[in-house]
């Protein structure tokens, strides 16, 4: 069983940063990529940022790129997304999500995300 607790969330003002972490925990990370999802209320859970298992070519949603970086540590099964210049439209619940083992792609989709974590909420006022 896999279990993934994301961390960092918080009230923040337009203009401001966060940055959120996603420890995982009840197996080894194995060739699986990641990604950082969100949910805000009314709408549909959309894809944020995503990052294969050797860190290289991120994908982003179009909304947060250039201002997000998704990053990861395999070693410390870790991953993070450094916020930065934040807007009132990123207010969600920003989930983590991982693959299988030996899913190395870092896809958009969130059907192909086995596991998921809690969540955390983020806030960002105007």
């Known amino acids: 069983q896999v279990q993934l607790v994301e961390s960092g969330g918080g009230l923040v003002q337009a203009g401001g940063s966060l940055r959120l972490s996603c420890a995982a925990s009840?197996?080894?990370?194995?060739?699986?990529?990641m990604g950082w999802f969100r949910q805000a209320p009314g709408k549909d859970r959309e894809f944020v940022a995503a990052?294969?298992?050797?860190?290289?070519?991120?994908r982003y949603a179009d909304s947060v790129k250039g201002r997000f970086t998704i990053s990861r540590n395999n070693a410390m099964n870790m991953v993070y997304l450094q916020m930065n210049g934040l807007k009132p439209e990123d207010t969600a619940v920003y989930y983590c999500?991982?693959?299988?083992?030996?899913?190395?792609?870092?896809?958009?989709?969130?059907?192909?995300?086995?596991?998921w974590g809690q969540g955390t909420q983020v806030t960002v006022s105007s």
């Open positions: 999500a991982s693959r299988k083992n030996f899913a190395t792609v870092a896809t958009s989709s969130a059907l192909q995300y086995d596991y």
């Open positions: 009840g197996r080894t990370f194995s060739w699986n990529a």
């Open positions: 990052l294969s298992w050797s860190g290289g070519t991120p």
